[in-house]
């Protein structure tokens, strides 16, 4: 069974200038997660999808970050513009469905650098 | 609202000593808890949980956790580590009130040969 896939890996950038990461869940995984990591931190949630509908984006700055998952299955975290602060790992998760007693499957995440 | 404690940013452990990684948790209710292990430039992967039984829980690669709620603690314990469980550990906790997990900050456990 092929696990959760992000890219790019890595990404390297420059203040102000706009960035995508990518995720693919698990195949039949309905929750989808995208968290933000920094250094030697546990993951904080940004965003969770049920299916195609964004059910908490309480923690996402609306002002530059944005996310999509049209069909339900894999999706899309903008930030635009990035700023210095922006600098982390970004983690894409998914589970079967929404109750909290999953165990969440993670990805092994987008480094982005703003410089 | 939800809440998860490790106390302790770093454990040192000598191979073939028992280590313990602490995590608390605050939540009112039966929580559900977890704990995760992150290598460098890996993401999460699971190693247990509590969901409800028994209360210590085996997990992957030999560790083990206790579930204690008159403490509200889920303390992560391996008999005899090894150089290799060096990582980062994060615990993190649900329950039937949150369709979210809320994870602790980790804590980097360093097994020395």
């Known amino acids: 069974e092929a696990g959760v896939v992000q890219s790019p890996r890595y990404k390297i950038i420059e203040k102000k200038q706009p960035v995508a990461f990518w995720c693919n869940p698990i195949?039949?995984?309905?929750?989808l997660y995208w968290y933000l990591q920094n250094l030697g931190q546990g993951p904080e949630l940004l965003i969770r999808y049920e299916n195609e509908e964004a059910v908490d984006d309480s923690q996402l700055p609306k002002d530059r970050f944005s996310a999509e998952r049209l069909k339900g299955v894999d999706s899309t975290l903008k930030i635009q513009p990035a700023e210095l602060g922006d600098s982390a790992v970004y983690l894409c998760a998914s589970s079967p469905d929404r109750g909290s007693y999953n165990e969440q499957f993670f990805g092994p995440g987008t480094r982005l650098t703003v410089l | 609202a939800q809440s998860v404690a490790q106390p302790e940013d770093q454990v040192n452990v000598a191979e073939g000593n028992p280590l313990t990684v602490k995590c608390t948790y605050s939540?009112?209710?039966?929580?559900?808890l977890f704990w995760y292990v992150q290598y460098p430039n890996r993401g999460l992967q699971f190693l247990l949980k509590y969901i409800t039984g028994d209360n210590l829980v085996k997990g992957s690669y030999g560790f083990e956790a206790e579930f204690n709620k008159s403490q509200t603690s889920f303390h992560l314990k391996k008999p005899s580590a090894l150089v290799s469980d060096s990582a980062l550990y994060v615990c993190a906790q649900g329950s039937r009130s949150y369709s979210t997990l809320t994870f602790g900050k980790g804590t980097m456990l360093l097994v020395s040969p």
């Open positions: 939540v009112s209710g039966n929580p559900y």
């Open positions: 195949s039949g995984h309905n929750t």
